[in-house]
């Protein structure tokens, strides 16, 4: 009988870099996948449907929701955001590693569903320099930025529920962290 797949679980607030550095990181290893998740938000520039997000409708997500068809699910910025359960088992029913980026609220609810599930926190420095890199973004308005900071500061109280925390002082340090999380997870369970 092959092993199971791990699933690991990377969240960050808003402008920390948690996309950036998983998809560097996903780059450098073997036999990982990133979970693809829902979202009814439009896509940024850049994104395509399939690859970043599946770009639902509210009614197409709130059908997956009834359907019991998501890992996990909530709201954030007016926005639904959910993981897809099917996609996440069949990779690690063959062995398959999955890296979900999500929020806290979702990254709770994948631990109570699947305890062994590997949670890492990404931090930024300071809550200094996450308002520069949400500034720097250009993309939010200054009430926007305001409100994402205040969200950052509820979402860091949950990092005594991770089980590794990357600060995410330079992007390339980070993923490199990430990376060797991810192999000293693997021969744990090995």
């Not at 925390?165 to 192999?183: F, G, P």
């Amino acid at each position: 009988m092959s092993k199971k797949g791990c699933v690991f679980v990377i969240s960050a607030p808003s402008g920390s870099g948690k996309t950036t550095i998983a998809s560097r990181a996903l780059r450098k290893l073997k036999n990982i996948a990133p979970s693809v998740s829902l979202t009814t938000r439009r896509p940024r520039s850049g994104e395509s449907d399939k690859k970043d997000y599946h770009y639902v409708s509210k009614d197409e997500f709130k059908k997956a929701v009834r359907k019991n068809r998501l890992l996990e699910w909530a709201s954030n910025y007016g926005y639904y955001y959910g993981t897809p359960k099917r996609p996440v088992f069949d990779k690690t029913k063959k062995g398959k590693d999955v890296l979900l980026r999500i929020d806290v609220k979702g990254a709770m609810q994948v631990k109570r569903k699947i305890p062994q599930s590997v949670l890492i926190f990404v931090k930024p420095p300071s809550m200094a320099e996450l308002k520069r890199r949400l500034e720097g973004r250009k993309s939010d308005a200054k009430s926007e930025i305001k409100k994402r900071l205040k969200i950052a500061g509820k979402e860091l109280s949950y990092i005594p529920r991770y089980d590794y925390v990357i600060t995410n002082d330079k992007l390339e340090n980070a993923a490199k962290k990430l990376v060797s999380l991810i192999k000293k997870e693997r021969k744990m369970v090995q």
